[in-house]
């Protein structure tokens, strides 16, 4: 059961393993882009491809639904990157449902934990898998894997690691469950928790009254997708929106006020931060491709404040 790229790796490593993946569950097609063509997801564009069975519920308590997923009569569901599922479907299987979820659990429960790990700046971070019950993320744990989050990774770079790692690990969890040796242990709730939130539109904007690191975690946690961004001011008085993919921060006395923008309208721009600046390196102005800020400043003059 699961959407996007994250749940294709998984779901192959089960394949090309020799596994007998019965069905796959996947969201409804949505309309996309311009011309609102239906878009099959990610996952079931796979499971056309490996001719696998596909189930599409709009309501996963539908009685229909039910019935067709118990006449798989399946061992085990596995979750990645999915729906939250109701009692009726995660406790249908003799062996269970267990789930990948892109964190060390307990720790970034929730829609979107790459992300705030970069965005909090931790220095590692891995993915786990563990048993449903009631509760969102906070089920036994069954394995876990790390993996150092490096100064350069960005929401990308962090995503198509993990997704790897966590196809091993769905592999050797399956395998363990399998083989009966599965053991498993309870989150420890006794640590101070960091949440991990869907992220929308509106938490994007940069607040530059953070530290220059806080930016920097900030940026690369939202590049390249949903993206950071911020407002620039031309020298004619227009205001445009960029979505701000890369950052150089430089830790430095600064005298100009906080949010300050200063140029050469040649080579640079830079935003005066708490303790120091920001440099802009790569930015997408709205409906314009991604650019370097020399691109950008051959375009645009930008007025200093």
Known sequence: ??????????????????????????????????????????????????????????????PQFLKVLRSYSVDLQIVVAFRMLPEAVWNMPPKGTFNLHASLLPQYRGAAPINWAIINGEKETGVTTFFLNHNIDTGN???????????????????????????????????????????????????????????????????????????NDFVRGLSPYPAAYTTLKTQKGEEIRVKVLKVLPEQSERKESIGAVLTDNKSYIKIAVKDGYIYLDQIQPAGKKVMTIKEFLNGYKIKEK
Do not use: H
Request: proline content about 7%; charged content about 25%.
């Open 1 to 62: 059961m699961g959407t996007p790229e994250f749940a294709v790796a998984p779901l192959k490593a089960l394949v090309d393993n020799g596994y007998n993946v019965v069905a796959v569950v996947t969201m409804p097609d949505k309309p996309a882009q311009r011309g609102m063509k239906l878009q099959y997801s990610a996952v079931k564009q796979y499971a056309l491809e490996a001719g696998l069975p596909v189930l599409q519920p709009e309501k996963l308590k539908d």
């Open 141 to 215: 744990i069954i394995m876990q894997e790390r993996t150092p989050i490096n100064p350069d990774d960005n929401i990308g770079t962090l995503y198509d690691r993990l997704m790897q790692i966590g196809a091993g690990v769905v592999l050797q969890t399956v395998d363990k469950i399998a083989s009966g040796s599965v053991k498993t242990y309870a989150q420890d709730e006794s640590q101070e928790l960091k949440p991990a939130p869907k992220i929308f539109k509106e938490d994007c904007l940069i607040l530059w009254d953070k530290s220059a690191k806080q930016v």
